[in-house]
Structures are given as structure tokens and as C-alpha cells.
């Protein structure tokens, strides 16, 4: 058995450190493995990732086309009914509790049932995803499933409340009373420009 006194590494699993530059008898003097001159004989001289001397490299010569949904991938730890059998009667069986149990490991990852086995007591599933196989038998056994992202969202029916919209008849008494004022203001105008001028001819 393997204990903490006792554990060793793989043969031939470490290496001793390459010695640079102590002769040329070592294999490795002079030019410490570098070559001649160069950018990369240089201290920090190095080249980026795929980098090809100037000329147009690989990834912008090969054409692109298609669709790729890896970015929109969703990683899932699978849990079969048969693993479920170790948790009692009425246990609330979430992503937390088969965290606990190290049925699950990993960050991030969503949770899935599949039906392989089979279910002996109720059990209430909370997860991610189901097969139609896993929840005909959590159901039959007298156990439900909850999916995490349906009891997330609010229910399609929900009652929205109502907004009061103001009267038409208001608004419309407000519209006619602004435009008589502008039309007995454009009246107004003008007379006063008439009066204006008579009195000027009378000096």
C-alpha cells in the first residue's frame, strides 16, 4: 500500500538540470546550445507563436468557413440513477450535495441525469438536465425533478401589472386650449406692428 513514507516518483519522471556553458567536453560549452548569432542567440530573443519570418503565416493562409459552436459549448457532469441509491428517502439531491459526496468535480460544470439503473425510494432531483428514461423512473419511484433553468425564469402567465393610461378627453382639452392661445397670439401680432407705424406717419 501506498503511504506518504513511502511514495516515489515514476522512472525516468525527473531529469537532471542541463548544465550550460562549463566546456566543450560537456557537450554543451561555447554556444550553450544556441547556435551562431541570430535573434534567438540573443538574451530575450524569442518569437511569438506562429510566427513565420515575416511571410504570411499558416492561420491567415488557411480559409475559414463554417460555423464552430465551441464557444457556446456547456460541459456536464453525469450522474446515473444507480448513484443515487446511496442517498435516503426524501433527500433533496442538488449539485451541492453530490459535490459533497465527490460524485461531481470541477468548476463550472452543470449537472445531468441519465438512466442507467435503477431508483428504489423518492427522491426530489434538482438538475440541470434529464433524460426522459431518468425522470419516467424518479417519477414511478415517488420522487419529482425540478430543472434549475425552467424554476429560474418566471412562469410564461405571469400577471403583469397594469399601467393607467391617462384620458382622452383631458388630453384632448389640453391639446384644443393650447392651440387657441397660439392662434390669438399670431392675431395679436399684427395690430401691434399696424400701430406702430400710424404713429410714425402722424410725427
Same mark, same amino acid.
Given at each position: 500500500?501506498?503511504? +506518504?513514507?513511502?511514495?516515489?516518483?515514476?522512472? #525516468?519522471?525527473?531529469? /537532471?538540470? *542541463?548544465? %550550460? &556553458?562549463? $566546456?566543450?567536453?560537456?557537450?554543451?560549452?561555447?554556444?550553450?546550445?544556441?547556435?551562431?548569432?541570430?535573434?534567438?542567440?540573443?538574451?530575450?530573443?524569442?518569437?511569438?507563436?506562429?510566427?513565420?519570418?515575416?511571410?504570411?503565416?499558416?492561420?491567415?493562409?488557411?480559409?475559414?468557413?463554417?460555423?464552430?459552436?465551441?464557444?457556446?459549448?456547456?460541459?456536464?457532469?453525469?450522474?446515473?440513477?444507480?448513484?443515487?441509491?446511496?442517498?435516503?428517502?426524501?433527500?433533496?439531491?442538488?449539485?451541492?450535495? +453530490?459535490?459533497?459526496?465527490?460524485?461531481?468535480? #470541477?468548476?463550472?460544470? /452543470?449537472? *445531468?441525469? %441519465? &438512466?442507467? $439503473?435503477?431508483?428504489?425510494?423518492?427522491?426530489?432531483?434538482?438538475?440541470?438536465?434529464?433524460?426522459?428514461?431518468?425522470?419516467?423512473?424518479?417519477?414511478?419511484?415517488?420522487?419529482?425533478?425540478?430543472?434549475?433553468?425552467?424554476?429560474?425564469?418566471?412562469?410564461?402567465?405571469?400577471?403583469?401589472?397594469?399601467?393607467?393610461?391617462?384620458?382622452?378627453?383631458?388630453?384632448?382639452?389640453?391639446?384644443?386650449?393650447?392651440?387657441?392661445?397660439?392662434?390669438?397670439?399670431?392675431?395679436?401680432?399684427?395690430?401691434?406692428?399696424?400701430?406702430?407705424?400710424?404713429?410714425?406717419?402722424?410725427?
Amino acid at each position: 500500500m501506498i503511504r +506518504l513514507h513511502n511514495m516515489r516518483t515514476r522512472p #525516468g519522471s525527473r531529469h /537532471r538540470v *542541463k548544465r %550550460l &556553458g562549463i $566546456g566543450e567536453s560537456s557537450g554543451h560549452g561555447k554556444t550553450s546550445g544556441k547556435g551562431h548569432k541570430g535573434q534567438k542567440a540573443r538574451s530575450g530573443g524569442s518569437l511569438r507563436l506562429g510566427f513565420e519570418g515575416g511571410q504570411m503565416p499558416l492561420i491567415r493562409r488557411l480559409p475559414k468557413r463554417g460555423f464552430n459552436n465551441r464557444a457556446f459549448h456547456q460541459d456536464y457532469a453525469v450522474v446515473n440513477l444507480s448513484d443515487l441509491n446511496q442517498f435516503k428517502e426524501g433527500t433533496v439531491v442538488n449539485e451541492q450535495l +453530490l459535490r459533497d459526496v465527490k460524485l461531481i468535480r #470541477g468548476r463550472g460544470i /452543470r449537472l *445531468k441525469i %441519465l &438512466g442507467d $439503473g435503477d431508483v428504489k425510494h423518492g427522491l426530489t432531483v434538482e438538475t440541470d438536465r434529464i433524460s426522459a428514461a431518468a425522470r419516467e423512473k424518479i417519477e414511478k419511484a415517488g420522487g419529482t425533478v425540478t430543472l434549475r433553468d425552467k424554476a429560474a425564469a418566471p412562469p410564461p402567465n405571469a400577471a403583469q401589472p397594469v399601467q393607467s393610461e391617462p384620458d382622452s378627453t383631458e388630453s384632448v382639452g389640453k391639446k384644443t386650449k393650447g392651440a387657441s392661445k397660439k392662434v390669438s397670439s399670431r392675431r395679436k401680432t399684427p395690430a401691434k406692428s399696424g400701430s406702430k407705424k400710424r404713429t410714425s406717419k402722424k410725427r
